[in-house]
Structure formats: C-alpha cells, structure tokens
C-alpha cells in the first residue's frame, strides 16, 4: 500500500499551460506539505496544510495555488507554467506539528518546454 | 548563506568502508535533527533523528549532533552498495513543522 502518493509521475507541458498535481495520503496524517527539489537536488518546502487549513506559505509565486479538498488531500495547481518551473515536486504528510517524520511521495518531474 | 550546509559530494567508497556525512548549521533555533536518505528518482526517507547533542545509534547509523558547534554527522558503518543514495541533513526552526534541508551528499559504495 502506497503511503502517500502523487499523480502524475511525469509531467511535459509546454510553457504557459496551467496543470495540477494531486496528492494523497493514507496514513492518516493530519499535516501535508509541497516541496520542490530543483536540479541541484536542492529541497525546500512550498506550503503545508494542517486539517486543510494553510499554515506555511513560503514565497512562492501566486501561480501556484495549493488546494486542500480534505486532510487526506492536498493538491498543487500552476498556472501560466514558465520554464524555471521545472523541477521535481514532492508532497509529503506527518502527524502533528513537528514534522519530525515526514513521509515523502515519489515525486513528480515536471518539465515545462 | 543556507541556513543548512553539506559538502555536495559525489563521495565514492569502497564496500565496507566508514562513510561520514557531515552537515554545518547556522540558525540556533534548530532543537533537532534529521537524516533523510534519497534514493535516485525516489522520494526522500527518514533514516533517524536527534533532538540533544550526542550520538544515537541503529544499526550501522550513527547520527551525531554537536550543538556547540552547530555540526551534525551521520555515520554508516560497513556500508554497502545499497547504500548508495543522496543523503540530506534537515531541521525544523523552532521545532515546528517546516524542514529545512541541506543540498545532500552523494554516495556511491563500490564493489
């Protein structure tokens, strides 16, 4: 069983379309994140949610819209794709507001052309 | 300045061998620590965490944490090819619950 998982894997877009990722979890967690891993590898957190309520927003710019239907969801919204958006993102669950174990999806590649 | 710093590797080891993964911090707020270990094209996975100075061992891991200092280690004993994984040092400001994370190491265990 999948912990927390993510769709799609992949994603190729051309520059100016809008998309979305969606996430899921299955662990019960009542905190969700978004982070983005650049081509260096480099990982650093988007938003979190906790019980569907916004709690971390770092700068990120307004395209980017986080939506959180339900605590087991948390999907991520781009509008206007531009090529510096091309990275990897990963959505991520705990418990609790420590974030001391944060589960991570398998990430989604996303390539804008 | 990051607030959390790793010498980007790639390290290359023979098996076997005593691998140490060194981290640098500046934000004093850190109260605790944590490995993750991230295979290629995978996600990121928690392999420990500290809270105080000293080590915490399990199994061929020992994490390391000197806050005086502000230095973080992670050692693997024996290591393996399946060791072979990005490794990324992180911490919470203020114990909430936003990670932050060190760029990772690259590891390579050779036969």
């Known amino acids: 069983d999948t912990a927390v998982s993510q769709t799609p894997k992949y994603l190729v877009t051309q520059m100016g379309n809008d998309k979305s990722i969606k996430c899921e979890q299955n662990l019960g967690h009542d905190t969700m994140y978004w982070y983005k891993q650049d081509s260096k590898k480099f990982l650093k957190i988007m938003f979190s949610y906790n019980n569907k309520e916004l709690i971390i927003n770092e700068t990120v710019p307004n395209r980017f819209s986080p939506k959180s239907p339900d605590k087991a969801h948390l999907n991520l919204h781009i509008n206007s794709l531009e090529l510096g958006d091309s990275a990897v993102y990963f959505c991520?669950?705990?418990?609790?507001?420590?974030?001391?174990?944060?589960?991570f999806g398998q990430g989604t590649r996303l390539t804008v052309v | 300045q990051k607030e959390v710093e790793q010498d980007p590797g790639p390290l290359s080891v023979p098996e076997g061998a005593i691998v140490s993964l060194n981290c640098t911090y500046s934000n004093s707020a850190f109260q605790y620590f944590m490995w993750y270990r991230q295979y290629s094209r995978k996600g990121p996975e928690l392999l420990m965490y500290t809270y105080s100075s000293g080590n915490k061992e399990d199994g061929r891991f020992t994490a390391q944490v000197d806050k005086s200092s502000k230095y973080i280690s992670l050692f693997i004993r024996d290591s393996q090819p399946s060791d072979s994984a990005t490794y990324l040092c992180a911490a919470p400001p203020g114990g909430g619950n936003k990670l932050t994370f060190g760029t990772g190491t690259q590891l390579k265990v050779e036969l």
């Open positions: 991520a669950s705990s418990q609790g507001n420590r974030g001391t174990e944060a589960f």
